[in-house]
């Protein structure tokens, strides 16, 4: 894919006829493959649902400066520790027969066996989201019933609007979410002994 069609269907997905952001929503006209999407330039932000494409806006200044907060700490804590942290362009496929390639904020990885490339082809022990008026449905519906089905034992979604987390835990074959405020500080349970104060990463 070049970089105008990028463009196209960037602007197709995300703006109605008035120029307001709507939803990034998967784009069932024509279907792609995983070698497609690994052959496309690296600067170009995509997903991939099921061999549909979907083009999200650009990261505002809040959806950074909590992406960084939270990067920050996990790095800090797992300097001498096994698992790794990255974020976001990180291309995670979760299931080997499956057109599905999604690019989360944050992924925890503990096993660096898995790790090869520029893409990660297996499951993350955790996974972190950040909302925006462009994924909120695909954060809160598709990638959670594909994060639960795949296996990760952790999944977060971060609302900035709201400041709230919603820290969603694999128990069996599916997650109990427990909701966090600002105020509370949230246990990270694949990390033992590691929490984050919600207040450091709302903070304005």
């Known amino acids: 894919m070049d970089i105008e069609k990028y463009k196209e269907l960037r602007y197709k ?15 069932y006209e024509r279907l792609y493959t995983v070698e497609d999407y690994y052959s496309w330039d690296e600067g170009i932000r995509c997903e991939l649902y099921e061999g549909s494409l979907i083009v999200a806006e650009a990261p505002t200044i809040r959806h950074q400066g909590i992406s960084v907060v939270l990067i920050a700490k996990l790095h800090t804590f797992l300097e001498d520790k096994p698992c790794e942290v990255f974020h976001a362009p990180f291309s995670v496929k979760l299931f080997e027969n499956e057109e599905t390639v999604f690019e989360p904020d944050i992924v925890i990885v503990c096993d660096e066996s898995k790790l090869s490339g520029r893409h990660f082809e297996d499951v993350p022990d955790m996974v972190i989201e950040i909302l925006s008026p462009s994924t909120a449905r695909m954060d809160k519906q598709l990638k959670y019933d594909k994060y639960q089905k795949a296996g990760v034992k952790e999944y977060w979604i971060v609302d900035p609007k709201q400041n709230l987390l919603e820290a969603n835990r694999l128990s069996g074959d599916s997650y109990t979410t427990t909701i966090y405020t600002e105020t509370d500080t949230a246990p990270v349970h694949i990390l033992d002994g590691f929490e984050i104060n919600l207040v450091d990463v709302y903070a304005d």
């Open 13 to 27: 997905n995300l703006e109605s006829e008035d120029g307001e952001v709507r939803e990034a929503l998967p784009d």
